[in-house]
């Protein structure tokens, strides 16, 4: 049950350099989209987040597009730093009334080199 | 900055035995989740909890687990007798009543053996 899927289990880019995360969905029901970094042996923390009634939101080095008809969503970080070295997980939110419970994706290892 | 805590950061069990993982959520926050991830696996939605019910559970939450609110600040998850396959990170999470957005604790690492 892959409802939201991160295809790329890791990436690994230069300082300074742009990072695009991609996440993909298959559940049309979905409204609202999340990015979370994850460092070791720490609970997720909430980075940026989009409706589905637009298909950008910016946030200081962080950018997340939404392409509704694609079902895919991108995070962009720029420019990126080695202190953003974590796992990025994208999740969704189902139209409201669902008790806004996450769906995770698998998750994608960002290693920003020096 | 408010925070979600959690304790024990870990927990090892014997197959059978009952363990509580406690949380102490955001204090203003009304909803109130648990998930786990599995090594290696994605992070699962357990369950849910508003008005001091279960608003909604996963296949996941069987008649093992249970979740309670004893207090205004405490959310707790039972497990009444641990399997194996209970081994996991276990995360709590709250959130306010107008945003979307989920506060995760650090989890705790249950290890059953």
């Known amino acids: 049950d892959q409802q939201v899927k991160q295809n790329s289990p890791s990436l690994s880019v230069q300082e300074g350099r742009i990072s695009i995360l991609n996440c993909d969905y298959t559940n049309s029901m979905f409204d609202y989209f999340l990015w979370y970094k994850k460092y070791p042996a720490e609970g997720p923390t909430f980075l940026i987040s989009i409706s589905s009634i637009k298909d950008k939101n910016e946030d200081g080095r962080f950018t997340v597009f939404l392409n509704k008809s694609a079902k895919h969503l991108s995070l962009h970080i720029v420019p990126s730093q080695p202190g953003d070295s974590a796992v990025y997980f994208c999740?969704?939110?189902?139209?409201?009334?669902?008790?806004?419970?996450?769906?995770f994706g698998k998750g994608t290892l960002l290693t920003v080199n020096p | 900055e408010p925070e979600v805590t959690q304790t024990p950061s870990h927990q090892v069990t014997q197959m059978g035995q009952e363990v509580i993982l406690r949380c102490v959520p955001i204090?203003?926050?009304?909803?109130f989740y648990w998930y786990r991830q599995i090594l290696g696996q994605k992070v699962e939605f357990l369950v849910s909890?508003?008005?001091?019910?279960?608003?909604?559970k996963s296949e996941i939450f069987d008649d093992q687990f249970s979740v309670e609110r004893p207090d205004g600040s405490n959310f707790t998850l039972k497990i009444r007798s641990t399997k194996l396959e209970d081994s996991a990170m276990y995360f709590c999470?709250?959130?306010?009543?107008?945003?979307?957005?989920?506060?995760f604790g650090p989890g705790t690492r249950l290890t059953v053996t």
């Open positions: 999740a969704a939110i189902p139209k409201i009334g669902s008790n806004y419970k996450l769906t």
């Open positions: 204090s203003n926050h009304l909803y």
């Open positions: 999470a709250s959130r306010g009543g107008l945003l979307y957005e989920q506060y």
């Open positions: 909890f508003y008005n001091n019910e279960i608003s909604e």
